[in-house]
């Protein structure tokens, strides 16, 4: 049984940094797809980043380039999101995500989902 925990959630101003972490456990093949999307209320779900573990290629949303860096820990089965220069418009629900196809990241399509961590930015 796959899960995915989220957790580094939380409210900070304007400019400043967080970084997201999601613990998996039950994925046992090593290679697969791990996403972050993030929702903000009345808004689509939103790709930030998507990282096709066990083969080095890392893809982000427009919006987070340059500020957001997806990196993963294989030995804790950890994904990260550093989050720089953060502005009220990433105020969202940040999710994690994962599948083994690369419908996850492209069409937003995975079959595994976390609960979800809430980043607020205050202006």
């Known amino acids: 049984q796959v899960q995915l925990v989220e957790s580094g959630g939380d409210s900070v101003q304007a400019g400043g940094s967080l970084r997201l972490s999601c613990v998996a456990s039950?994925?046992?093949?090593?290679?697969?797809?791990m996403a972050w999307f993030r929702q903000a209320p009345g808004k689509e779900r939103e790709g930030v980043a998507g990282?096709?573990?066990?083969?080095?290629?890392?893809y982000y949303g427009d919006s987070v380039k340059g500020r957001f860096t997806a990196s993963q820990d294989n030995a804790k089965s950890t994904l990260y999101l550093e989050m720089n220069s953060l502005t009220s418009e990433d105020t969202a629900m940040y999710y994690c995500a994962a599948d083994f196809s690369s419908h996850c990241w492209v069409y937003r399509d995975c079959y595994y989902w976390g609960q979800g961590t809430q980043v607020t930015v205050s202006s």
């Open positions: 039950g994925l046992t093949y090593n290679r697969y797809w």
């Open positions: 990282i096709y573990v066990g083969g080095g290629v890392t």
